[in-house]
């Protein structure tokens, strides 16, 4: 048991630290840009404001990813 224990001890550690200080960045390719469109609204659609939020949302939810906020390509 202890033999087991100084053994979990160091590998419990890395586990832990590999998740601090780390920053991940997401480089979109331009086929997720063009797949995930930036969806746009004409002057004569009805929408409900829960329907719009979730419009801008989508596409604000593109940027992160590395698409050009209004465009379908990469940024």
Not at 5 to 12: A, G, S, V
Request: glycine share 8%; aromatic share 4%.
């Amino acid at each position: 048991m202890r033999k087991l224990r100084k053994l979990t001890m160091p590998l419990l550690s890395l586990v832990l630290l590999s998740g601090c200080g780390s920053t991940h960045v997401v480089i979109a390719k331009s086929e997720l840009c063009r797949s995930w469109r930036h969806q746009t609204v004409s002057k004569d659609d009805k929408l409900t404001d829960k329907t719009a939020t979730g419009i801008e949302g989508n596409n604000h939810a593109r940027v992160p990813w590395g698409c050009a906020y209004g465009k379908d390509r990469a940024s």
